[in-house]
């Protein structure tokens, strides 16, 4: 129903503006590590170190921010990368994005796992880089580990926090539907339209019509106009964000699904009576396959010539 780009979208569009960026570091962080940055230093490095070749392998979001009490202008890396499902191969990408980085800044970078899982539990995979080396054996690691490429990933697990409890998160709503998206139903949805409530008029409109949309595409049995009808039960007039405008796509979606696939079917049906009239097939036979009729074969033998 769902095609993994779609998560990775989301997160995406929602954390690669600064201020909501913060929440991540937020949960990510001790309260005493947060305290090292001057956060209003933070910067989005979406680009800087990208170039073409490197254009399709890029980690998701790339952060710079500096330290708060440092007599040099010390600048920190934040490297974030989003999955919503085990990857063998996540420690091998980040260490190739570190790579690159190192290659030409020597700022520090600290690499941070976002785990979307679909079902509260640890993280299925290593975030220690040595961990995933498979001819690392214990014996080797004794006598050779310092000597080893190694780094850890910190880890922000979404399913693993109260995000309820979270009062200063002001991507509340995002990191709520992203924890739930795989088990939706009408009670976490009006849970969410709920959560809208608690940000301003301009928030509210950012975060939680990106977040209905997330919804309205991963599972379709949510169409515009159940989540207006969820909206109406939770919120009052002035606090809606549901645009009027999509409730009305709705039946014209479907029309034009059913239309593109009776014509697609069509489309089909005439390709193969094309074929069967270069190879020297009669009428007959071609309606007997095709399901046209012989006038609609007729016509098609007229256009070849």
């Known amino acids: 129903m769902a095609k993994r780009p779609l998560h990775d979208l989301l997160f995406k569009e929602t954390y690669q503006k ?34 073409e070749e490197w254009k399709e392998k890029r980690t998701d979001l790339l952060f710079s921010v500096r330290l708060k009490n440092s007599q040099k202008t010390a600048k920190i ?18 260490l190739a994005y570190q790579a690159l980085i190192y290659a030409r800044q020597n700022h ?9 899982g679909r ?22 690691k004794k006598a050779f580990g ?22 200063d998160l002001t991507t509340k709503p995002i990191l709520f539907i992203m924890r739930n998206v795989f ?31 997330y919804i309205h595409q991963y599972d379709k049995a949510f169409s515009w106009k159940v989540l207006q009808e969820i909206e109406e039960k939770i919120l009052d007039g002035e606090d809606r964000i549901m645009p009027a405008l999509k409730i009305s796509l709705d039946e ?16 089909g049906k005439e390709e193969v009576a094309l074929q069967m009239l270069e190879e020297g097939a009669d009428i007959r036979m071609i309606c007997q396959y095709t399901k046209l009729t012989p006038e609609q074969v007729k016509q098609l033998s007229k256009k070849m010539g």
């Open 252 to 267: 014209a979606e479907s029309r034009g699904v059913k239309k593109g696939i009776e014509k697609g079917i069509e489309r």
């Open 146 to 167: 310092k000597n080893i490429l190694n780094f850890t990933a910190r880890l922000l697990n979404i399913q693993e926090f109260n995000i309820g409890q979270k009062k």
């Open 18 to 51: 600064p201020k909501y960026a913060l929440d991540i570091f937020r949960l990510v962080f001790t309260k005493k590590e947060f305290g090292l940055f001057n956060w209003k230093t933070l910067r989005p490095e979406l680009t800087t170190y990208v170039d």
């Open 183 to 213: 088990s939706l139903n009408k009670k976490k949805v009006e849970e969410l339209f709920g959560m809208g409530e608690e940000l301003s008029r301009r928030e509210r409109k950012a975060l939680m019509e990106r977040a209905v949309d």
């Open 119 to 140: 079902k509260k539990g640890p993280y299925p995979g290593p975030l220690v880089f040595q961990e995933s080396l498979a001819t690392l054996t214990p014996a080797l």
């Open 77 to 94: 890396l934040f490297l974030l990368e989003h999955k919503s499902r085990k990857d063998d191969k996540l420690l091998f990408q980040i």
């Open 108 to 116: 520090p970078v600290i690499p941070i796992l976002i785990y979307q």
